[in-house]
């Protein structure tokens, strides 16, 4: 495997299946937000981390063409969260530690839309 990595995000390019993973994080003083992705292999090669320009412009690059996985929330606005997008994301991400991850609260990309779609019905 080989890895790159920058302020705010992590990448991986496995070279046994071809597939090319990322994890983007942030953290502020009103919580933290992690979410992985799995980018195109052409993203991966231009990820940079030299300068802090660098390393944004790669962190825009994979939150802007990596197609999200799973997602995490936790925030001074209510309970942790998780949205999984992709059933496979732990298979996918391997070489990130799933272990931290709360299950309790995770939901899929379907059950929110679904309760979206719902409020917007009812007027709320």
Request: glycine share 8%; proline share 2%; with cysteine.
């Amino acid at each position: 495997m080989q890895f790159k990595e920058g302020g705010g995000w992590k990448a991986c390019r496995d070279e046994r299946t071809g597939r090319c993973t990322a994890s983007s994080f942030t953290c502020d003083r009103e919580g933290s937000e992690d979410a992985l992705y799995e980018i195109p292999e052409s993203v991966f090669s231009q990820l940079r981390s030299k300068t802090f320009q660098q390393s944004l412009e790669s962190e825009r690059l994979i939150r802007d063409q990596g197609r999200i996985l799973y997602r995490y929330v936790s925030n001074c606005h209510g309970e942790p969260y998780s949205i999984v997008y992709d059933e496979n994301w732990r298979e996918l991400c391997a070489w990130r530690d799933s272990s931290k991850y709360d299950e309790q609260h995770a939901m899929d990309a379907g059950q929110i839309a679904r309760a979206l779609s719902r409020n917007q019905g009812s007027g709320k």
